[in-house]
Structure formats: C-alpha cells, structure tokens
C-alpha cells in the first residue's frame, strides 16, 4: 500500500469565493503514482467547505445566494459564536456544502463522472487557509 | 491490497425519486471478494445523491416536502443557473443530502446499524445517469 | 494492509447534544497501531450525525437554534414519517450535518487542522446509540 500526502494553501481577497481545485489534486494524484486507490480532499478549516459540483458561474451565484439566505451572515450579533468574531454563518454554509469529498482513483485517474469538479468553497476569507489530499492504494 | 470497481445505472422516469441501492451495493462487495476494507458509493451526476438513511415511505415524502421548501424548483427564472435548463435546484438538493458515502467492511458485510440503507437520491431525472461503487481492502 | 475497528457507545439523556468525541477516536487510532492510512467515522443510527467542527458553546448553540429552523421539532404532525415516532426532524438534521467524516492519518496522528474537532451530534437521545471507528492503513 502506498500514502500520499500534499497541502494546497489558499489565501482569498474576498470573504466567500469558490475555487476550482480539480487540477491541483490531479496534480498531486499524478506525483503519488497511486493507480488503483481512495483520495480523500477535505477543508482543514472548519469555515471552509471541499465540494464537488459543476464549474458554471450561474450556479455559482446562486450558491451564494442560496446560502446566504439558509445562513445569512448579519445580523451578525444573531449568532452567540460572534463574540469578537463574525464568521457564526461560515460555519453553517461550510454544513450544508461539507467539509470533505472521496473520490475513486482508477487506472491513475480520478473516476468522476462528465461534469464532476471538485470545488474549495471559502466562506470566511481574506487570510491563508488549508485543503489537505490525501491518496491511499497501489 | 485488492480493489474493485462497479457502476450502476439509472433511468429514473420522473424527475425526482428515492430508490434503495443497498442489495446492489451488497452484490458488489460479494463479488470484490474484499473482508475488510473501504466501500465508497458515489452519484457520478452533480443532480444526485447517495445518502444512507431509513427505508420509509413517510419519511421519503417528508424528504421531498422538506427539501423542496428548502431549495424550490419554481419559479424556474429565479436561478442564474436556468438558462437552457431547469434543474439549478437540483443541485442544491443534492449538496444537502450529500455527493456520497463511505461505509465500512466488516467480515465481507457492509459494517451497518439496525437501519442504515443506502439511497440514490434522483433530483433531475428521466435520463441515464450513474451510481460509482469503489471498494479497497484485503 | 491493516484494519482496525471499534464501536463507541452513547446513552445521551436530552433530546439533543453535541459531545467532542476526538479523545475516543485517537485512542481508537493509538491502539490500532496504524501510522499512515485514513479512517472513518459515521453514526450508525439515521438520527444522529458524526461531524467536523469548532469545540465552542456558543457555536453549539447557534447550530441549535438554526437547524430547529431549518427543520422544526413541531408541530410532529407536520411529518408523515411520525406515526407512531415524533422523530422526523432528527432524520432531517442528521441530512444537513452529516452521517460521517473520513480523516486522513498522517505519522500515527489524525491529520486535522488547527481548530477541527470531531463531534457526535445526537437529535434523538435519551436511548443507548452507537458509532463506528473504521482505520485502514499501514
């Protein structure tokens, strides 16, 4: 069995983004030499999401609207967690769109369907944060 | 270390629907041969769902209510997304009911509580589309 | 290869609770000698979730209060799946928090970033209830 391990390091300007990470995990899918396997991509913050969805910008914004209504961010005196912070909703969106995804590796490839890419979903940005991928097989 | 691969397909002819894959899924693990191990089981659509949760018609109607009252189909022109298509709430369905899941493998059986079942969760159907089983161990 | 399994055990006496089960899982990790490798956790009953997040109260709270709105207790009979069982809600809050977590192991240690934490999330206690530590590794 072989292991591999690699962080990506993000550092958004803006407090919510999503990120298209796709190449950067096939990238480190490649350097693990891993054919046959499970690669696991989770957010290492617990205001950030990993999520696999369609890379459309429509859609994107209306994540953003979507989410802002289930868990809107003000008033941000709402949330008890926001004592000295304002990040209570950041980590009720991170919920519904998860911290984590598993993908299949086959024949050195991730095995995803047609429109399957795997998104960094920041919602309390403007500071450097973490994605871990972490490959397991042969 | 042994892997081994199945995809299931769907045709669902409505649009949405809740269908028990578990006797699928166990079929596939009967036939990786695997005892102990790791079983992903993944929607390769991004208007899908796998989730595991209890075999009950009420609650499957209480599912679609809710999750209808949560992200609504209609009015269709609300999401950017909808420009040639109508299925921009389809996604937001499946972000809350998840892409995915990873069940353990005990003794060559899916290591399960009293209730645990896995569902594909269609959002967007009456069209092929693809259910991936992934399994790693010994 | 190498697996290890345990179940952990809990009679939560409310309704509802948050409990951090992150010592249990890394002694679950310690005693199976695994150093590289990844390992899942899941609630092995349909209302209950085992989640990443911040160990902070007020956070807590905040989850309390905004999935009882995004999915009430009340009124029961508002869900089909409540005959008999006054539960519904808690198969709705397990959707949005989530069934399970996969981490990654890294030098025999759970490869976590700063502020994760891993949490049992109970919506339908005061009954004995189990989760399930699944590590494959080396």
Redesign the interface.
Known sequence: ?K?H?KELWFDIPTRRAFINITPDVEDCLRKSGIK???L?C?????TASV????D????H???EV?LEK??PHEPVSN?????GEDN?DA??K???????????I?DGQL??????QIFYGEFDGRRKK?V?V?I???
């Open positions: 069995m292991t391990k046959e396997g499970l696991l989770n957010a290492m913050h617990i999520f696999i969805n369609d459309e910008t429509g859609l914004h209306d994540y979507w289930l868990a949330y008890r967690h926001n004592v209570a980590h009720m991170r919920q519904i769109m998860g911290r984590e995804v598993v993908v299949a086959t095995d995803f369907g047609t429109w399957e973490r871990l972490k397991i097989g042969e």
